[in-house]
């Protein structure tokens, strides 16, 4: 199986769990480390069309940019909470699994096993 793509950090457990189960299905994802080279704007948007998500849904909301940002006002705009993730790739909830049209977040890791079905 090709064409996966893991927005991934090598310092998360349950990224590298999402990893290690991915390449035990037969599976070489791309590997994106989002925090060195964060995704734009557009694919950020793309991203979130495919988990079906809102900006605050991707949110890691106890980093300490995500406080000293003031992003749990909900008076923030999506395009506010997605330059946020763009500015600090920290606040992205990981790893993400995209396959396709499709994407999912591996907490648990597990739940990756839904996009290779």
Do not use: W
Request: a positive charge; hydrophobic letters at 35%; proline letters at 7%.
């Amino acid at each position: 199986m090709n064409n996966f793509t893991i927005y991934h950090n090598p310092r998360c457990s349950k990224s590298r769990l999402t990893l290690e189960l991915l390449k035990e299905k037969g599976i070489n994802p791309d590997i994106v480390l989002y925090l060195e080279t964060p995704p734009s704007e557009k694919q950020l948007e793309s991203i979130l069309k495919k988990l079906n998500f809102k900006a605050r849904d991707l949110l890691r909301k106890g980093e300490a940019e995500f406080k000293e940002q003031h992003l749990s006002d909900q008076s923030k705009s999506e395009q506010d909470l997605i330059r946020a993730m763009i500015e600090f790739p920290k606040l992205i909830e990981r790893p993400i699994v995209i396959y396709g049209e499709r994407a999912i977040i591996g907490r648990p890791p597990e739940n990756v096993l839904e996009i290779i079905k």
